[in-house]
């Protein structure tokens, strides 16, 4: 069973950085595409980086150019550092396989104050 396992949020000034892990469970690691997600209050889940199996990246608009999502397949996780953060950027923030297909972690809580 694939487990996932985000740490590293927090609270942050607007401007600021913060790095998250993710620490993936179960064999098989670097064979698929993981993406980091985030829902903010009120809202629904959105993904905002995804990292393929041969390190090819993707971001949406809203935060490219501020996130890098990266992977280390020998430590089976993913990170993703956050920098220029927003208020906007204020959410739960979790990993999964790049389609969201396998059972969702605690999250990790980033909190940017304006």
């Known amino acids: 069973q694939v487990q996932f396992v985000e740490s590293g949020g927090g609270l942050v000034q607007a401007g600021g950085s913060l790095r998250l892990s993710c620490v993936v469970s179960?064999?098989?690691?670097?064979?698929?595409?993981v993406g980091w997600y985030r829902r903010p209050p009120g809202k629904e889940r959105e993904l905002v980086a995804t990292?393929?199996?041969?390190?090819?990246?993707n971001y949406p608009d809203s935060v490219k150019g501020r996130f890098t999502i990266s992977r280390d397949n020998g430590q089976n996780t993913v990170y993703l550092q956050m920098n220029s953060l927003k208020p906007e950027d204020t959410a739960i923030y979790y990993c999964?396989?790049?389609?969201?297909?396998?059972?969702w972690g605690q999250g990790t809580q980033v909190t940017v104050a304006s």
């Open positions: 999964n396989r790049r389609w969201g297909d396998l059972p």
């Open positions: 179960g064999n098989n690691f670097r064979l698929y595409a």
């Open positions: 990292i393929g199996t041969a390190g090819s990246t």
